[in-house]
């Protein structure tokens, strides 16, 4: 029994580790927070509007953008029209962390599922409103658990317990059963 017991508890382990490190953190000019989850996205925080080019031959197809534009810092005007320039599509999702919109999220699903946008790099002020999204997605879309969700979207950026609680009720009022 205690052999077993501990064989469950380093499967887990291993599960949680293997999460986590499937989120690998790297340095890329103009990208704050910069990591990549997998062959289909990337996650970061602000992003200069000269990075564009950069993220274009990283192999994105998309951006999506999670700042409000009265964020400082956050010139989405300039962003978007450096994603045109560089041949990216841009999205705009303004998520508000302060009092998060249900719609935002909805929105940014249907982006994030929708094949003609990946790969796509998504990205916030710090990483904290992706990892919230993120781990949404992770459980609805990709029928992930709670837990193996929440650990990488830790890993990406989120550390908000505001948003961690918003992600959660969001994930418990739109599972199907």
């Not at 910069?34 to 990337?42: I, L, N, Q």
């Not at 990488?152 to 969001?170: D, K, S, V, W």
Request: aromatic share 6%.
């Amino acid at each position: 029994m205690r052999i077993q017991l501990f064989a469950i508890i380093a499967l887990a382990g291993l599960v949680v580790s293997s999460t986590a490190a499937q989120v690998k953190k790297s340095e890329m000019p103009g990208v704050r927070n910069y990591s990549r989850v997998d062959a289909t996205v990337g996650c970061g925080g602000a992003v200069d509007p000269s990075a564009m080019s950069a993220l274009r031959k990283e192999g994105y197809v998309s951006v999506i953008n999670l700042r409000l534009a009265n964020e400082a810092g956050a010139d989405v005007d300039a962003g978007r029209a450096a994603a045109k320039t560089a041949g990216l599509k841009y999205i705009h999702l303004p998520f508000n962390a302060a009092s998060p919109d249900p719609k935002v999220v909805s929105d940014f699903l249907g982006a994030v599922a929708d094949k003609s946008n990946q790969p796509v790099f998504i990205h916030c002020g710090s990483a904290n409103r992706v990892g919230a999204v993120w781990m949404i997605k992770r459980v609805l879309q990709d029928g992930w658990a709670v837990d193996r969700a929440q650990t990488e979207a830790e890993a990406i950026g989120l550390q908000n317990p505001q948003l961690l609680a918003f992600a959660n009720t969001y994930i418990k009022e739109h599972k199907k059963p």
